[in-house]
């Protein structure tokens, strides 16, 4: 059965530090990955995703993706955080159209001023 | 473009009641919709599926007889938490599948609080 690990329960970086939070997955073949965040109280913003093609994808609000099929990781990447980039992260991993979704747990980012 | 929106946003009831949310995507035709639960700090667990003309498909360990699903229509399913008991307090998600796509969009919740 497919799985998604979110190493990283919760992660705080000062803000303008770059940030790295990591996705790995467990699929047999291609899947679609996904980011979505999500602020307290709020439902899930897509951030980017992935189907085929350019593995490096750029996202909204300055975030980027990078599939790397050898180390069956999705991580997500922003160069320099924001405070308001204070929120829930969960990667997500599509297969074989008509199926639902699997969820990470979750990593919760703190921006410290 | 791709909102969903949900509604209420927030609802507190009785034990013993019933309580009826709706999805509907605003700006686009969803055959699929999805409905999950979200306990705090936790990721989301989906509940059920919802195809548009049919009957919804719950995930294993969800009492379809308790959370009744419809979906009339392309752009509106709902989610009726019936007797509802303070164990249901939670909240409650829908998305919504863009057709012929695989991304799913997220309404921005239900806050469901049964006293």
């Known amino acids: 059965a497919q799985s998604v690990t979110q190493p990283d329960i919760h992660i705080t970086v000062s803000e303008g530090a770059s940030l790295e939070l990591r996705c790995n997955y467990s699929?047999?073949?291609?899947?679609?990955l996904f980011w979505y965040v999500q602020s307290p109280g709020q439902g899930l913003q897509l951030l980017l995703k992935?189907?085929?093609?350019?593995?490096l994808v750029q996202g909204i609000k300055g975030f980027e993706a990078e599939f790397k099929r050898s180390q069956s990781s999705f991580n997500l990447r922003k160069p320099s955080v924001h405070w308001s980039d204070a929120a829930e992260y969960f990667c997500?991993?599509?297969?074989?159209?008509?199926?639902?979704?699997?969820f990470g747990p979750g990593t919760r980012l703190s921006v410290l001023p | 473009g791709a909102v969903v929106s949900q509604h209420p946003s927030r609802v507190i009831c009785k034990s013993g009641t019933s309580v009826k949310i709706e999805c509907r995507s605003l700006?686009?035709?969803?055959?699929?919709m999805f409905w999950y639960r979200q306990f705090p700090k936790k990721s989301l667990m989906l509940m059920a599926t919802?195809?548009?003309?049919?009957?919804?498909?719950?995930e294993q360990g969800v009492e379809k007889d308790k959370f009744l699903i419809n979906h009339a229509s392309l752009t509106l399913s709902t989610l009726t938490v019936t007797s509802a008991h303070p164990e249901d307090s939670s909240f409650y998600i829908c998305?919504?599948?863009?057709?012929?796509?695989?991304?799913?969009?997220f309404g921005p919740g239900t806050r469901l609080l049964v006293l």
């Open positions: 998305s919504a599948r863009l057709t012929g796509e695989e991304t799913q969009y």
């Open positions: 699929y047999g073949a291609t899947p679609y």
């Open positions: 992935y189907f085929s093609g350019d593995t």
């Open positions: 997500a991993v599509g297969h074989n159209y008509g199926q639902n979704f699997v």
């Open positions: 700006d686009f035709q969803a055959t699929t």
């Open positions: 919802s195809n548009e003309g049919s009957k919804a498909t719950y």
